[in-house]
């Protein structure tokens, strides 16, 4: 696209105005030089401060930046035990055993953009460009729905083709897709920053979550890494999913792409976006935070020089001071990272997975990992049912549970459950019922028995006999053919 028409399109995209009212007397929600402050100031954290802070979260309470800081700068490996325990008892308390799985489809990668760490940004001639057609799409999704998924993300570059009409097209396909006992039953969406207008469309389209990543909240470090294109608007960006709230799309999911800046920041910034989302909208933050860390991509040299990349270990720290800032936040890990650093994160506090997932555009239905139409390179090759298996091994029942959007318990109806604790008395129902179904249609026979092992176990675990008594007719009548029973 010539340059001057990307420049009219940003000018008739971007509405500043949108923003104003969620400002407070005209300055956003992140402050750099407040942040570096909060952090300096809580450098030497005491002992009994840290197991306060640990006690206030399992009390699924939020926290404050000033403790969040803290537990950032505490060091003594005694606590960090204790936090990485608090950690697996909060997720256990809020969500049960059971991990949400969904696949990431991508759709578009024409972007006007110049995001330097992407294999598709616009100057990267090495990037094969493709828009999937309703054909392409209808067999991405045929593909998908025969291997046993129920959520997808729709993931979209940032270009006038693949705009809210472009979108919601692509919902209404993905969502009229059957095949077998199958069908997609939840499609969420990671695409650029709309207007409010343009949510409302998006939401009427039957959006599940809507996505964006601040990637990081560090503003001159994102304008640094952002240099062209509608995506150089840090603000337009950071108000991107109050927009989205305030049009009526209620669940939002926020992530910051992390090896770009200091992590410690980055988290700050998460806990921020957070409290301003519910100081907003009546108590109701993030439905989900995402953790993506820098994969490398196609042609993209700022990823072999970039001095910010995270360890394991960090990574886990990083994941566990989230869970114990936002205790009833679902936290979200994605095939970016390798199966064994999967494997030892999502008890820390993860709530949902992407699996089997293929990112080449096309890539489902062609069967082909094409680097040249693939935005990174992905951690985690495994089939779905490989690594449902290998969730089953550690105890955990995979969902693909999509009730809770379609009983409207989003928004704040669900923050209310999931802050008194009360999530996993419907969750753990219909994510052993969504997993018998996977069992019945889709699974190995190794994957089988495991499966049925651990629903007899979680069954025989359910606290409520009327509840346990509806799941037990329930399974019954999915043996007999039923499908898409839930609570
Ligand atoms: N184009 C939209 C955007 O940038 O928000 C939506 C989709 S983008 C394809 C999804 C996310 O991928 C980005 O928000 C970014 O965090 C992440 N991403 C981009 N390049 C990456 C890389 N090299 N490694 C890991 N994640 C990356
Ligand atoms: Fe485009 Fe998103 Fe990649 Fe940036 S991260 S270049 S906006 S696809």
Redesign the pocket.
């Known amino acids: 696209m010539p340059a001057t028409s990307v420049q009219e399109w940003i000018q008739n995209v971007i509405k500043p105005e949108e923003n104003e009212k969620y400002k407070t007397n005209g300055l956003n929600f992140i402050q750099a030089g407040r942040i570096e402050e909060l952090l300096r100031s809580q450098l030497h954290p005491e002992k009994a401060y840290i197991r306060d802070i640990i006690a206030k979260s399992l009390q699924l309470e939020r926290l404050e930046p000033e403790e969040t800081a803290a537990l950032l700068n505490c060091t003594d490996p005694e606590l960090w035990e204790e936090m990485f325990a608090a950690g697996l008892k909060i997720k256990q308390k809020v969500y049960g055993r059971r991990i949400v799985t969904f696949a990431p489809l991508y759709i578009s990668n024409h ?1 006007v953009n110049s ?1 330097v ?4 940004r616009s100057e990267n001639k090495q990037s094969q460009r493709m828009q999937l057609n309703d054909e392409q799409l209808q067999a991405e999704i045929k593909a998908l729905v025969e291997k046993g998924h129920k959520r997808l993300i729709l ?4 270009h006038p083709d693949s705009d809210v009409h472009y979108i919601s097209h692509t919902l209404e396909i993905a969502y009229a897709v059957k095949s077998g006992p199958g069908e997609i039953r939840r499609c969420n969406v ?3 920053p709309m207007s409010i207008d343009d949510l409302r469309l998006l939401h009427e389209a039957g959006i599940g979550t809507f996505q ?2 601040q ?1 990081t909240f560090h503003p001159d470090t994102y304008r640094r890494l952002h240099p062209r294109g509608i ?1 150089a608007h840090y603000e337009w960006r950071l108000y991107a999913l109050h927009r989205a709230m305030e049009a009526g799309v209620d669940d939002v999911g926020i ?1 910051a ?1 992390f090896g770009l800046y200091d992590w410690k920041y980055d988290v700050m910034g998460l806990l921020l976006q957070s409290i301003d989302l519910e100081k907003h909208f009546d108590g109701v933050g993030p439905h989900t935070i995402s953790v ?4 490398p ?1 196609l042609n ?1 040299p700022f ?1 072999e020089k970039n001095g910010s990349a995270i360890d394991d270990e960090t990574f886990k720290k990083l994941v566990t001071i989230l869970r114990l800032s936002v205790p009833y936040t679902g936290m979200i890990l994605t095939a ?1 990272e390798p199966a064994e650093v999967r494997q030892q994160v999502i008890p820390l506090g993860i709530t949902q997975i992407d699996a089997g997932s293929n990112i080449a555009i096309g890539g489902y239905h062609q069967d082909s990992p094409d680097y040249q139409r693939q ?2 390179i992905l951690g985690d090759n495994r089939s779905l049912d490989e690594a449902i298996a290998d969730l089953a091994a550690m105890g955990y029942i995979t969902s693909f549970c999509t009730a809770g959007y379609r009983c409207g318990r989003t928004g704040l109806d669900f923050m209310g459950l999931a802050k008194q604790g009360k999530v996993h008395n419907l969750c753990m129902p219909n994510a052993i019922l969504t997993f018998k179904e996977y069992l019945l249609d889709y699974a190995s026979p190794d994957t089988q028995a495991i499966g049925e092992k651990l629903i007899a176990s979680e069954l025989a675990a359910l606290p409520n006999p009327k509840v346990k008594e509806i799941v037990t007719d329930y399974l019954n009548r999915i043996e007999a053919g039923e499908r898409d029973l839930f609570l």
């Open positions: 972007c995001c760490y992407c294999g598709f993931v979209y570059g940032e990671n695409a650029a964006v990543f990637e995506k992530g792409l993506p860390r820098l994969e991509a993209t990823l970016r935005q990174f």
